[in-house]
């Protein structure tokens, strides 16, 4: 415990329930006992963390120590300080995972390749427009059509499609109810994104926007095999397009 601890008197410390600090290296213990809190989910997103006294008093920290420790959330955009207000757990984002994902594989030096992004997909993407097809829900369903008229709506704009059409994607997989494929697809956000706007060109768009609506209607028939050969096919004219561009 550093010089100028404090003894935990606060009631309002007291309920927090939080172990006293003595280890060295107190400023990384704070973090990811902080860390751990917000990802147990004791603190949600838009809760306000306990002022900074109180957390001063219940790790037996410094301010300095906790100061630094919410400084290092903050950079990784777990935590707001609003001032006048307090510290806020900012709500997670699907572009998170993603942009983790491309950080962690930036520094080992590493790549998505086309041919490494493409073989995920006919692996997962056909799996999940099957499941969909079986778990989809009517807010499910509505969802995805929506989406798809905004597909076509934004059919002119190719940036503005492929936004759209990452949407739909991402929709499908929260139309399987299974949070493995959700986080997936939430991972691979960028190099999607990325792969679309090198080879999307509007006749492109005009053949993606059938698939789509192919495979949306095979889900809402309840149809996994339909739907899992429509994304085949769709996927398969991504694979072709990428080929034609020199990408694969």
Not at 7 to 24: D, Y
Not at 70 to 79: N, V
Not at 159 to 171: G, Q, W
Request: hydrophobic letters at 40%; glycine letters at 6%.
């Amino acid at each position: 415990m550093v010089k100028g601890d404090r003894q935990r008197s606060a009631p309002e410390a007291e309920r927090l329930g939080l172990p006293n600090i003595r280890q060295p290296n107190l400023k990384s213990r704070v973090y990811e006992l902080l860390l751990n809190m917000i990802i147990d989910g004791k603190y949600r997103d838009n809760d306000m963390l306990p002022p900074e006294r109180v957390l001063c008093d219940e790790l037996g920290v410094s301010r300095t120590v906790i100061r630094e420790a919410i400084k290092s959330l903050e950079t990784r955009g777990l935590l707001q300080v609003i001032h006048g207000k307090g510290i806020k757990v900012v709500p997670a984002a699907a572009g998170d995972i993603s942009a983790a994902f491309m950080l962690y594989l930036r520094r080992q030096r590493r790549e998505v390749s086309p041919r490494d992004l493409m073989e995920v997909r006919l692996s997962v993407e056909t799996e999940i427009a099957a499941c969909a097809a079986l778990r989809a829900g009517e807010a499910d369903l509505r969802a995805l059509g929506r989406t798809l008229e905004r597909m076509r709506a934004e059919l002119p704009e190719t940036e503005k499609y492929i936004n759209r059409d990452l949407e739909f994607h991402l929709e499908l997989a929260c139309a399987t109810h299974n949070i493995l494929f959700i986080t997936l697809l939430e991972s691979l956000l960028i190099p999607l994104r990325r792969s679309l706007q090198d080879i999307v060109e509007l006749p492109d768009l005009e053949l993606s926007l059938e698939d789509h609506s192919r495979i949306l209607e095979s889900i809402g028939a309840r149809d996994p095999e339909g739907a899992r050969g429509h994304m085949v096919r769709h996927l398969e004219r991504t694979r072709s397009r990428l080929q034609r561009r020199g990408k694969l």
